[in-house]
């Protein structure tokens, strides 16, 4: 049975993965909590246990935010994502884009190229 500690909801953004500091994969996050995202990417795997980082690019306004992850699980279509150490400046952020009660463009995003 799945276990979490804060409210997963299903938000929309662009996210960068990034692997020894340089950005590997570009994705789309589909749900997002306080302890971590689920990133659409397709069927890229990554190793269960494997530290990135994850670049939360801005959302309504918000200026974009990179924290270091674990994967947790992974799929052919994407990877759930762990924070692994979160300032609270950063925790904040994360309940403004959780819980911000201000109309969101409903434009459906898609995944960026990343070079």
Request: proline fraction near 5%; hydrophobic fraction near 40%.
């Amino acid at each position: 049975m799945e276990h979490r500690c804060s409210v997963r909801k299903p938000l929309e953004f662009q996210l960068l993965l990034y692997k020894h500091g340089l950005p590997v994969q570009s994705g789309v996050c589909r749900n997002l909590c306080l302890g971590g995202l689920f990133m659409e990417s397709g069927a890229r795997e990554w190793r269960k246990n494997e530290y990135l980082e994850v670049e939360i690019l801005g959302q309504n306004g918000m200026p974009s935010m990179r924290l270091p992850v674990v994967v947790v699980h992974h799929n052919d279509k994407g990877a759930g994502l762990m924070f692994d150490v979160v300032t609270g400046a950063q925790r904040r952020r994360l309940r403004a884009w959780l819980f911000d009660t201000q109309p969101k463009d409903k434009t459906p995003v898609t995944a960026l190229a990343v070079a």
